[in-house]
């Protein structure tokens, strides 16, 4: 096992959630994909926090802080979500397109 | 005192200009009460003060040599500009010449347009033109002469459009305007041209340097290309071939000044081609293509001049006629016959069209078709018709035939046949279209038009009578002046063969209309070459297609450039930026999903772009990272 594996799988997994995120129509699964892009993020932070800083690990600090953000941001998404939902009665991301031009 | 005064000649051409600017206080506009006569009296007074002073200074100047004097105008840098004035007898007898017949007209214009309101523009311009012509023979430079002869062609101008309500008046002016800036312009380019050969622009010097070895040794080209720029001014100012057309529109201006404009203003261009006559000399070349233009002038005017009906037009191409034997004289070096020349036709011209328009004024119409018989009720103006007639075509003893002797006797000598039958040809078609003209007016039945016709009001008669006078005594005149030829005899056999031709040309005419033996006699000719003749070689429709529609073609164009290329370019300029933001104003798509993939898409194409040099590494060394 290489430091090189986990980062590749880290990039596939961020490059998936990129894709999720820019195609997902619908808005859960948008918050979905950003969560498989931090969890992508995390793996990177381990992985170097491993192999690279075994002493201090100052990585994992960061993963607990990005996993306590993530939550945090899961929360305040799905709440914005669930309130859009309210007023348009849709999670169509098309839908969401009143910003334009 | 004598002496006094011809050395303050250069004053005279100011007393007509004070005339013209005191004039213009009766314009209608200015005094509103007492109408415009004493405008025409002003300007009389000055006419007349300018009159004695020119005699007097002529006389004082006779028999000295010339003297010149010289008018600072201007120094710039190391080009001096000063008007120099020539003072000898033939300038100053030019001087009194335009004077006296401005005097005439003047007197003539008091009873010609006694109904007419416009007193203070006429008589200005009539003044304009006098100051203008009087410091034109004055003047010793080709600088100045050209001018003056631009600030006449303005007023030729405004005197044409004299009465602008009509609108052939409006038409005519314009083309007496163009036609004659035209020539100006290329007197223009020969003008500057010449400096930098010459070093000066004053006629004498002029004439000295053609002498001069420089002159030989100047590139025959560009002397020749000079000479024909410097005949092209006098070429349309002389209402020459092939823009002659102007003096035929011209005839709509009031009749006084046509009198003026025939007899002294059109000669004026013959006058600096007279006096540019040894410059001109030193291109063989320009020479004949003087000559050829005034050959076509002298023949071509003629003939239309017969076949014309407007009893204003015949004497109108008339004018082209002498003006063109005028350049045949000068380009033949003969530059004495032509100012003797112009001398005598000026005074003949004058009275013949002082005649027509004392015909005009009281029978209404110009159409000589539809009028006759006024030989009987109007034996004045019939009268001084013969003796203009007379005076123009070379008939002994009067002016027209020494003129026209001194002229022949060298090609005669010299046995230059073509130029003699021109002249002699010329002389007597010209003599047939007066004898025509005369027999139209004043011979055979009354008319409708003629039945009642009686002589003009005498301020009309007595300046016709002194110039009837005149002519009559031109002769003599001529004998006391010493200018007539010497040469020239009665009894020569050119002598004969001009009376012959004078005689053949008035007896052709008198046959076919005074005594009329011919019934129609335009029905002799072929109805084409008739009309050929009577529309001017159909002159306004070459200048239509050739040099007008090229104009025309050629600023449509130029606008269409101007209008779309030239404007469109920077109006594209304005419009990309505006329709760029048109378009690229939809990358704002509204989505948020949109932007991510933007942000997305960037970040790889930078992070590309500046990984760019190590991509190479990445790939030959795979995963280079330390374990």
């Not at chain 2, 017969?306 to 045949?328: C, E, H, N, W």
């Not at chain 2, 209008?563 to 990358?587: C, H, I, M, Q, W």
Request: charged share 10%.
């Amino acid at each position: 096992m290489q430091l090189q594996y986990f980062l590749l799988a880290a990039a596939a997994l961020f490059c998936i959630g990129v894709y999720g995120l820019v195609t997902s129509r619908n808005a859960v699964r948008v918050l979905m994909s950003i969560e498989l892009m931090l969890n992508a993020v995390n793996l990177n932070l381990m992985a170097f926090s491993n192999y690279l800083d075994a002493a201090v690990i100052r990585g994992q600090v960061f993963t607990v802080f990005v996993i306590s953000i993530g939550a945090a941001e899961s929360a305040v998404g799905l709440a914005i979500l669930l309130s859009i939902y309210r007023n348009r009665d849709t999670v169509d991301m098309e839908q969401f397109n009143l910003l334009k031009w | 005192m004598f002496h006094a005064l011809a050395q303050s000649s250069w004053l005279i051409p100011c007393y007509p200009l004070l005339g013209a600017s005191l004039s213009l206080l009766w314009f209608p506009s200015v005094i509103r009460r007492t109408g415009p006569r004493p405008a025409g009296y002003v300007n009389l007074l000055f006419t007349l003060v300018a009159l004695f002073h020119s005699t007097i200074a002529l006389s004082a100047c006779w028999g000295e040599p010339a003297r010149f004097i010289q008018l600072p105008w201007l120094t710039v840098a190391d080009l001096q500009l000063s008007f120099p004035l020539e003072l000898s007898p033939t300038t100053l007898g030019a001087c009194t010449l335009v004077t006296l017949l401005n005097f005439l007209v003047q007197v003539y214009a008091i009873g010609y347009l006694e109904m007419d309101w416009g007193w203070g523009r006429l008589y200005a311009l009539l003044a304009l033109f006098e100051a203008g012509m009087v410091a034109l023979v004055l003047c010793d430079s080709l600088f100045f002469s050209y001018m003056l002869l631009e600030i006449l062609t303005l007023g030729t101008y405004l005197i044409v459009g004299f009465w602008f309500n009509q609108s052939l008046v409006v038409t005519g002016a314009r083309d007496a305007f163009l036609t004659k800036r035209v020539g100006d312009l290329v007197l223009l380019m020969g003008v500057l041209a010449l400096y930098p050969l010459t070093g000066s622009w004053n006629f004498s010097e002029l004439a000295l340097w053609a002498q001069s070895p420089e002159a030989a040794a100047a590139a025959p080209l560009t002397i020749t290309l000079i000479a024909v720029a410097l005949i092209c001014g006098p070429l349309s100012k002389c209402a020459q071939f092939p823009l002659h057309l102007w003096l035929d529109e011209a005839m709509e201006g009031p009749l006084p000044t046509t009198i003026l404009r025939n007899s002294v203003v059109v000669t004026t261009g013959a006058w600096v081609l007279v006096k540019l006559a040894p410059v001109i000399a030193l291109s063989s070349w320009a020479s004949s293509f003087m000559i050829v233009i005034g050959s076509l002038s002298a023949l071509g005017g003629s003939l239309i001049s017969s076949a014309q009906v407007d009893a204003k037009r015949v004497p109108s191409y008339l004018t082209s006629v002498y003006m063109g034997i005028v350049f045949i004289a000068v380009g033949s070096g003969q530059a004495e016959a032509a100012l003797l020349l112009v001398f005598t036709y000026a005074i003949a011209t004058a009275l013949l069209i002082m005649s027509i328009g004392s015909v005009i004024l009281t029978v209404i119409s110009q159409d000589i078709t539809q009028l006759g018989g006024l030989w009987s009720r109007r034996p004045v103006t019939g009268l001084s018709f013969l003796v203009g007639s007379a005076g123009l075509v070379a008939l002994p003893p009067f002016g027209g035939f020494w003129a026209l002797m001194a002229l022949l006797t060298d090609f005669w000598e010299q046995g230059q046949w073509g130029l003699v039958a021109v002249v002699v040809v010329t002389n007597g078609v010209v003599g047939f279209a007066l004898m025509r003209m005369f027999g139209l007016m004043f011979a055979g039945d009354r008319q409708s038009m003629t039945a009642r016709a009686p002589e003009p009001i005498w301020l009309m008669v007595v300046p016709m009578t002194l110039l009837t006078g005149l002519t009559l005594h031109l002769p003599l005149v001529m004998g006391w002046l010493g200018i007539l030829p010497e040469e020239a005899s009665w009894l020569s056999p050119l002598a004969l063969v001009l009376l012959s031709s004078s005689l053949a040309g008035l007896g052709v005419g008198g046959f076919c209309y005074v005594f009329p033996r011919v019934t129609k006699p335009g029905s002799l000719l072929p109805k084409q070459l008739n009309d050929l003749f009577a529309y001017d070689f159909y002159t306004p429709r070459v200048y239509q297609v050739t040099a007008i529609a090229l104009v025309d073609i050629l600023s449509k164009l130029t606008d269409w450039l101007d209008r779309y290329v030239v404007d469109g370019l920077v109006n594209l300029v304005g419009l990309t930026p505006l329709f760029s933001g048109e378009a690229l104003k939809y990358g704002n798509s509204g989505k948020l999903q949109f932007y991510a993939l933007t942000i997305a898409f960037f970040v790889a194409a930078i992070s590309l772009y500046m990984g760019w040099n190590y991509l190479p590494d990445l790939l030959s060394s795979p995963l280079p990272l330390p374990v």
